[in-house]
Nanobody
Framework: VQLVESGGGLVQPGGSLRLSCVASGFNFSRTTMSWFRQAPGKEREVVAT????????VYEDSVKGRFTISRDNAKNTVYLQMNSLKAEDTAVYYC????????WGQGTQVTVSS
C-alpha cells in the first residue's frame, strides 16, 4: 500500500490550493478515503471524508463551505480543493483510509501566510 500526497505550498490568506493523493496497493474504488491534517504541536485530525461507494461526503466544521473532497476512481486519486484559506489551515495534510492499518504517506505541507 502506498499513499502519495502532493499539491501543498505557501499561499496567502484567502487563496486556494488543490491537494492530490494517489493510492496504490488496495481496492481504491471500494474504500472510503479521508484527508487529515496535523498542525505543529497538535494531534492529527480528520478534515474531510468521502465514502465508498455512494460518494457522500462529511467535513469537519471549520472547513465546511471552504473545502471540497472528491475522488477519481479511474485514477486511484482523491482530491481536496481548499478555498478561502486561513492561517489556521496551516498544517501537513495526509490522505488515508479510515479503519485500515495502512502506512501513512509523507504528507504535503500547506502554509497560509501573508
Amino acid at each position: 500500500v502506498q499513499l502519495v500526497e502532493s499539491g501543498g505550498g505557501l499561499v496567502q490568506p484567502g487563496g486556494s490550493l488543490r491537494l492530490s493523493c494517489v493510492a496504490s496497493g488496495f481496492n481504491f474504488s471500494r474504500t472510503t478515503m479521508s484527508w487529515f491534517r496535523q498542525a505543529p504541536g497538535k494531534e492529527r485530525e480528520v478534515v474531510a471524508t468521502i465514502y465508498s461507494p455512494r460518494g457522500n461526503t462529511v467535513y469537519e466544521d471549520s472547513v465546511k463551505g471552504r473545502f471540497t473532497i472528491s475522488r477519481d476512481n479511474a485514477k486511484n486519486t482523491v482530491y481536496l480543493q481548499m478555498n478561502s484559506l486561513k492561517a489556521e489551515d496551516t498544517a501537513v495534510y495526509y490522505c488515508h483510509a479510515p479503519g485500515y492499518d495502512f502506512p501513512w504517506g509523507q504528507g504535503t505541507q500547506v502554509t497560509v501566510s501573508s
